[in-house]
T-cell receptor
Framework: AQSVAQPEDQVNVAEGNPLTVKCTYS??????LFWYVQYPNRGLQFLLK??????LVKGSYGFEAEFNKSQTSFHLKKPSALVSDSALYFC???????????FGKGTKLSVIP | NAGVTQTPKFQVLKTGQSMTLQCAQD?????MYWYRQDPGMGLRLIYY???????DKGEVPNGYNVSRLNKREFSLRLESAAPSQTSVYFC????????????????FGPGTRLTVL
């Protein structure tokens, strides 16, 4: 079985400060990892994904994520947070032997002006 | 290019009523999915269609049926709605067949907010 844990229900960060949203995963074999963002009353928007290769993945809106195989983590980062980054962030994993994408419970990011 | 569209946006049902949620995509994607989103639980897969003509159960299929009408359209039916089915429903699509060797990106519609009284 595959699973994702987002240990923080909410993250607060001051505008201009770096932000990190944490994600750990469990899967058999090599993982495919994704980050999505959801703004209020909207669908999910794709930010970035890791398939293979470079452990640092760059995505939309200045976000990046670092894959760490030994720690089974895929944390989302941004060097300087914007108020407009305030949203709900979801990490998701798909094992190489699975048809299904499994989502974490989400982390609410609030960027304070 | 509208991406993934869903109708209706909002719906209120009484227990026991039936309804069909519609989803269409104009990206020529092969795979389509239905999820439900509940507070504090993330998204859970209800059914998916890896390619036209096939459908498979996801994590929480009980109480639902699906139809892959053609390559563009994938509908979700509630035959006898229950209050436990109050949720936000999202449809998604991806380009490649949802096979185990692919990491294709799923693109989501805006959602249908369903309340069952």
């Amino acid at each position: 079985a595959q699973s994702v844990a987002q240990p923080e229900d909410q993250v607060n960060v001051a505008e201009g400060n770096p932000l990190t949203v944490k994600c750990t995963y469990s899967v058999s074999g090599n993982p495919y990892l994704f980050w999505y963002v959801q703004y209020p009353n909207r669908g999910l928007q794709f930010l970035l994904k890791y398939i293979t290769g470079d452990n640092l993945v760059k995505g939309s809106y200045g976000f990046e994520a670092e894959f760490n195989k030994s720690q089974t983590s895929f944390h989302l980062k941004k060097p300087s947070a914007l108020v407009s980054d305030s949203a709900l962030y979801f990490c998701a994993v798909k094992g190489a032997g699975s048809y299904q994408l499994t989502f974490g419970k989400g982390t609410k990011l609030s960027v304070i002006p | 290019n509208a991406g993934v569209t869903q109708t209706p946006k909002f719906q209120v049902l009484k227990t026991g009523q039936s309804m069909t949620l519609q989803c269409a995509q104009d990206m020529n994607h092969n795979s389509m999915y239905w999820y439900r989103q509940d507070p504090g639980m993330g998204l859970r897969l209800i059914y998916y269609s890896a390619s036209e003509g096939t459908t498979d159960k996801g994590e929480v299929p009980n109480g639902y049926n699906v139809s892959r009408l053609n390559k563009r359209e994938f509908s979700l039916r509630l035959e006898s709605a229950a209050p436990s089915q109050t949720s936000v429903y999202f449809c998604a699509s991806s380009e490649l067949a949802g096979g185990p060797i692919y990491a294709d990106t799923q693109y989501f519609g805006p959602g249908t907010r369903l309340t069952v009284l």
